[in-house]
């Protein structure tokens, strides 16, 4: 791997970038956050930020973006939903046929972005990722809608494929799987938790004055830093 060269300017898309620089950002109502106040756990103020996020009407708080890298170390990340929290971490449940799935077999370590621009907050969470025990996938995956359960059953995400047919064909045979084992839990569904050693809160300000609070694990307890904005 060579080291950062610089990049012809290609030609740009037509307007693009006058209509980037037209558009504001940080316009959320950013609430109060006094670093001093925080509590002990980033649990307890992940929680407290998500409670809030919920009674704001912020859109989908349980959206966070999950980056993994491959045995490359070549980060890729995409959307996923948050599961649950608590002091093991934070959850989320995946087939481990998938790219995230390859890419955490061989490389178990993760972050996770939460971005909520109605408060103008920011979360990252990151450090080793650990398997939750069966029973805690099984559960997820009985709790899943139909069609998630059907699309999982097919075993094929993230491969790639040419005829939509196919698609369909899979998502029948799937259908009838579950029909005949409603209980049916795949072996690849796994759920993990993200075992944080740093989780990072940041709290937008207009005038970019922006609070950045740092919790880094320190044995069984967490060191507390402000970050400079
Ligand atoms: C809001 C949102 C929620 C999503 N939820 C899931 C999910 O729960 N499980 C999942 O496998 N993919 C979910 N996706 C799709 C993933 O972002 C991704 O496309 C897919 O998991 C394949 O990723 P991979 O190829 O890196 O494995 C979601 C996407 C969005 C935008």
Do not use: C, N
Not at 79 to 84: A, C, T
Not at 157 to 186: I, M, N, T, Y
């Amino acid at each position: 791997m060579g080291g950062l060269r610089v990049a012809e300017r290609a030609v740009s898309v037509d307007g693009l970038r006058d209509e980037l620089r037209k558009l504001s950002v940080l316009k959320g109502a950013a609430p109060e956050f006094d670093p001093a106040d925080a509590p002990e756990s980033p649990m307890e103020l992940f929680s407290e930020w998500f409670m809030l996020a919920v009674r704001s009407g912020v859109t989908e708080p349980h959206a966070m973006t999950l980056s993994t890298v491959d045995a490359d170390g070549r980060p890729s990340a995409r959307v996923l939903i948050l599961k649950d929290v608590d002091s093991a971490g934070w959850h989320f449940a995946i087939s481990t046929l998938s790219r995230k799935g390859s890419e955490l077999a061989a490389h178990p370590f993760a972050a996770l972005t939460f971005y909520w621009p109605e408060l103008v907050r920011q979360v990252r969470v990151s450090g080793p990722v650990v398997a939750d025990a069966p029973a805690v996938a099984a559960a997820d995956f009985l709790a899943r809608p139909d069609g998630s359960r059907q699309m999982a059953l097919t075993r094929r995400q993230s491969q790639p494929f040419d005829r939509l047919g196919e698609l369909d064909e899979a998502l029948e045979l799937a259908r009838q799987e579950l029909e005949s084992a409603p209980d049916l839990v795949p072996d690849e569904w796994q759920s993990y938790a993200v075992r944080p050693d740093e989780v990072e809160f940041w709290q937008g300000d207009p005038q970019r004055r922006h609070q950045r609070l740092r919790y880094s694990a320190a044995g069984d307890s967490w060191s507390r830093t402000r970050l400079w904005p």
